[in-house]
């Protein structure tokens, strides 16, 4: 009974949180909305007795959105207003269907709980994090290590992207080249 009331609980509070990262028009009240949807993401693996996996969803996941936040407040202009194009209706009918056909799954999915069986059921007298380690160095071996060389030529790419749009370098420039830059941006945002 605890089970169902807690997973209901933290499955309305994930969807509420992902649905505030996707409708705001705040960069930062997105981040913040997306990093306590995955803090809540990690409450499901506790309520399933996967206390590693929880611990690492708050870690990895959350802290990596942690880091996000930090690039956001450092490179987005949070105080002008984002304006918005109408999409396309059809799309927004079909995604929002499609939306609604896996709340109905999510909801129904403890209901039918009872019947799935594990293909790989816990090993005797081993914990949680030997049970995950010995599936990922296994079976999950290559795309556990496409991942990682995915994650770094992603992290290379970043930084080379980045490089490229920094084209001046304020630790070079004097005082007086820093205010004149910072007057020709207000007088072309007050235009």
């Known amino acids: 009974m605890f089970e169902a009331i807690a997973f209901y609980l933290f499955a309305f509070l994930t969807i509420a949180m992902f649905y505030i990262t996707v409708t705001t028009s705040q960069a930062l009240y997105a981040l913040t909305a997306l990093a306590a949807g995955m803090i809540f993401i990690s409450a499901f693996f506790f309520i399933l007795g996967a206390d590693f996996l929880g611990a690492v969803q708050i870690v990895v996941y959350s802290g990596a959105v942690m880091a996000l936040y930090a690039f956001g407040m450092m490179f987005f202009d949070t105080t002008r207003d984002v304006k918005e194009k109408a999409g396309n209706k059809y799309l927004i009918v079909g995604l929002s269907t499609l939306a609604a056909i896996l709340v109905v799954v999510i909801v129904s999915a403890p209901i ?56 001046l370098s304020l630790t ?6 820093i205010i004149e830059m910072r007057e020709e941006k207000n007088k072309k945002v007050l235009l």
């Open 112 to 167: 039918i709980g009872d019947n799935i069986n594990a293909y790989y059921p816990m090993t005797e007298g081993v914990g949680n994090t030997q049970e995950i380690g010995m599936v990922l160095f296994t079976k999950y071996l290559v795309p556990f290590e496409l991942a990682a060389v995915m994650l770094l030529v992603a992290m290379v790419s970043g930084i080379v992207l980045a490089g490229k749009k920094m084209d």
């Open 172 to 177: 070079l420039m004097s005082d007086r080249e």
